[in-house]
């Protein structure tokens, strides 16, 4: 297994944050990381989507778990190995939030696949949560 995790804090409210991230047509909004974006259905557990990066490439994706207003998790699954990326906000108190992005890569292929994509996957993590906070209305500091 291969994993990552990028979280930064905030005082932007958190049902700001979950309103630009359940609406995944406007991610191209915030997300440097997507130049187009397909959904084929509701933001909803099931719904496959496509997004294509700036150079090109295009990666289809499952939403695998929604917990409204608090997660919700993509799954990529290719020969050998399953990408699973979670997206959290996590209550603080004092009217602070932290956002969170975490990859596991699994399958047999991880061990190998893992340490060469992974970095690539998650590289972007601090501009595409800074990128969220932003859109949501506030500033971020790394948590």
Do not use: K
């Amino acid at each position: 297994m291969w994993e990552y995790e990028f979280s930064a804090e905030t005082t932007v409210d958190a049902d700001a944050l979950w309103r630009s991230w359940s609406d995944p047509n406007r991610w191209p909004e915030w997300n440097p990381g997507i130049e187009s974006f397909e959904l084929d259905g509701p933001f909803a557990v099931g719904t496959t989507f496509r997004m294509t990066s700036p150079d090109g490439d295009t990666v289809q994706l499952r939403f695998a778990e929604i917990v409204d207003g608090e997660l919700w998790c993509d799954v990529f699954v290719d020969e050998g190995i399953e990408i699973r990326t979670e997206h959290r906000l996590t209550p603080l108190g004092n009217g602070r939030t932290r956002v969170t992005y975490r990859t596991e890569i699994t399958g047999p292929a991880a061990d190998t696949a893992g340490p060469e994509i992974g970095p690539q996957i998650t590289a972007d993590f601090p501009r595409v949560v800074a990128g969220l906070i932003s859109h949501a209305g506030g500033v971020n500091q790394p948590g």
